[in-house]
C-alpha cells in the first residue's frame, strides 16, 4: 500500500513534471519510460522465480522496494539517462515484487486461509488507489501551476513513503526461511555446509526456472491463463482507457475532467470492498471460488453494458477536443461514475481468487506459478494499451466480453479439478 501510493502518485504528475523539464536539459517522456518499464516487466518474469529462491521473498520484496524507491526519487534531481536506467530496473523489480508477493502469501497460508489472506492482501493494496485519488484531487490540482517549484519537495515525500513501506517487509514473518535457518544451525559442525547451502541456493534457481518453463504447458496453467488474459485486458480498461473515456466526452460539460479522479476513487472503493467482502466470505471456502467469479463475470458485463450505453462509441480516439458524440442514451455522470465502481468490484473477485487459486494449486512451488500469472496479465494489458488507441469503445467492450466469458469458464474447469490436481501432487511428494 505504501509503496504503490508512492509510484502511483509519481506516475499520475510525471508527465506534468516531465512537460515542464523538457524545457531544460532533461529530454524524457513518461509513455517512453511506461514502455521500457512493461517491456523489461514482462521479460524479466521469466527470472524472477530464480531470483526468489535465492533470496527469498523478504528479501527479494525489500531490495524490488529499493528500486521503486529509486525511480520516484530520480524526478527530484532528475537527468534523462538516469530516468531511463531507473525504468529499466524497475521493470526488473516489478517482475521479481509480485512474484515474492505471492510466493509470501503462500507460505503463509493454508488451504483454509489462502483464500482469506488473498482477500485482505488485494484489499490493502487497492487503499492505494483511494489514496492516490484523494491526494491528486485534494493536494495536488489545486497546487498544479507550482508543481513544479515544489517538485523537489513533493517527490522527497514520495520517496520517504516508499521507503516506509520498503522497510516493513522486514516485519513479515517467512516460515521457509526460518526453517533454513534452523536446518543451518543444526549442522553447523560439518565443514561442508556453506558450500552445500550454496550449491542449494543455485539448485532451487535452477529448479525455480525449469518449474516454470515446465508449468507453462500443464493443464491447470493453461486454464488460468485465459482468466488471467482477461484480467490483463480489463485492467487496461479500468485504470487507462475509461478514464480517458470520460474525460472526452463534453456532454459531461465542465466537470469532465475532474470526473476522471472521481472515477478513480470509485474504481478504488469497488477493489477494497471486493477485496475486504471476499476475504472474510472465504474463512470457511464453503462455496468455493466459483460463485465469486460469477458474480465479477456478472458485475463486469453489466458494466460493459452501461458504458456502451453511456459513452459514445468515439470516445477513447476522440481529439484533445473531445467528442459531442452520443451513445444509446444521454450521457450521465451517475451511471459513469457507478460503471467504475463495478469495475473495481468485479477486478477484485477475479484476482483476488486467481490469487487464492494459485496458492492452492502451487502451495509447494509458488513462485514459478505467480511468474506466470504475472506476465500473462503485464503482455495481454500491453495488448491492450496498443489496440486501445485505434479500436471503437464497441469493439474493445466486445473483445472484453468474449474473453471474460471463456476465462470464466476456464476458471470454473480448473477450480473443479483442483483437488484432484492437489491429491495427485500429495501423493508423488509422499513418495
Keep these: 500500500m505504501f ?95 509480485w512474484t515474492a508477493q505471492g510466493n509470501c502469501l503462500t507460505v503463509n497460508s493454508n488451504e483454509n486461509t489462502i483464500g482469506r489472506n488473498s482477500g485482505i492482501f488485494w484489499a490493502l493494496l487497492q487503499f492505494r488507489g483511494l489514496i492516490t485519488f484523494l491526494h491528486l484531487k485534494v493536494v495536488i490540482k489545486p497546487a498544479k501551476r ?39 544451525i543444526s549442522g553447523s559442525a560439518d565443514n561442508l555446509v556453506e558450500p552445500m547451502a550454496d550449491q542449494s541456493k543455485m539448485t532451487r534457481a535452477a529448479d525455480a526456472f525449469k518449474s516454470a518453463i515446465k508449468l507453462c504447458s500443464t493443464k491447470e496453467i493453461l486454464l488460468l491463463s485465459v482468466t488471467t488474459a482477461y484480467t ?88 484533445i477536443y473531445g467528442t459531442d458524440s452520443i451513445a444509446y442514451m444521454e450521457p450521465s455522470k451517475e451511471v459513469a461514475i457507478f460503471c467504475s465502481f463495478l469495475l473495481g468490484l468485479g477486478d477484485s473477485c477475479f484476482n483476488t481468487q486467481l490469487l487464492s487459486i494459485l496458492g492452492y494449486l502451487y ?18 494489458a500491453a495488448i491492450a494499451f496498443f489496440y486501445s488507441n485505434y479500436l471503437l469503445l464497441q469493439w474493445q467492450l466486445l473483445i472484453m466480453t468474449v474473453v471474460g466469458f471463456f476465462g470464466t469458464i476456464s476458471f470454473f474447469t480448473a477450480e473443479w479439478e483442483a483437488p484432484a490436481f492437489v491429491a495427485k501432487n500429495n501423493d508423488y511428494s509422499s513418495i
Excluded at 477485496?275 to 456478472?298: A, D
Excluded at 502451495?363 to 495481454?380: G, L
Design 3 to 97: 509503496i504503490f501510493t508512492a509510484f502511483q502518485t509519481c506516475g499520475n504528475i510525471a508527465q506534468t513534471v516531465i512537460t515542464n523539464l523538457n524545457n531544460t536539459d532533461f529530454h524524457g517522456s513518461g509513455y517512453t519510460s511506461m514502455a521500457i518499464i512493461y517491456g523489461v516487466f514482462s521479460a524479466s518474469n521469466l527470472i524472477s522465480p530464480s531470483v526468489v529462491a535465492i533470496a527469498g521473498p523478504q528479501r527479494s520484496m525489500f531490495f524490488s522496494g529499493i528500486f521503486y524507491s529509486i525511480y520516484i526519487a530520480v524526478f527530484i534531481e532528475p537527468l534523462t539517462w538516469s530516468f531511463y536506467t531507473a525504468s529499466v530496473f524497475l521493470g526488473i523489480a516489478a517482475a521479481i515484487l
Design 363 to 380: 502451495a509447494e512451488d509458488s513462485a514459478p506459478a505467480f511468474a506466470i500469472f504475472k506476465f500473462i496479465q503485464s503482455v495481454c
Design 232 to 319: 490483463g485486458l480489463e485492467l487496461t480498461f479500468f485504470s487507462g482507457v475509461y478514464g480517458t473515456c470520460i474525460g472526452a466526452v463534453n456532454k459531461f460539460g465542465v466537470e469532465e475532467k475532474s470526473l476522471i479522479g472521481l472515477s478513480g476513487i470509485f474504481t478504488g472503493i469497488g477493489e477494497i470492498l471486493g477485496g475486504g467482502i471476499f476475504g472474510l466470505l472465504s474463512k470457511s471456502n464453503r462455496f468455493g471460488r466459483n460463485p465469486v467469479v460469477m458474480l465479477g463475470i456478472v458485475v463486469h458485463f453489466i458494466a460493459f453494458y452501461l458504458i456502451f450505453y453511456n459513452i459514445p462509441n468515439d470516445a477513447p480516439i476522440a481529439s
Design 146 to 184: 507550482s508543481l513544479e517549484n515544489d517538485r523537489r519537495t513533493v517527490f522527497i515525500a514520495l520517496t520517504v513513503i516508499s521507503l516506509v513501506g520498503t522497510v516493513l517487509f522486514f516485519l513479515i514473518r517467512n516460515p521457509q526461511e526460518s526453517s533454513a535457518e534452523e536446518g543451518e
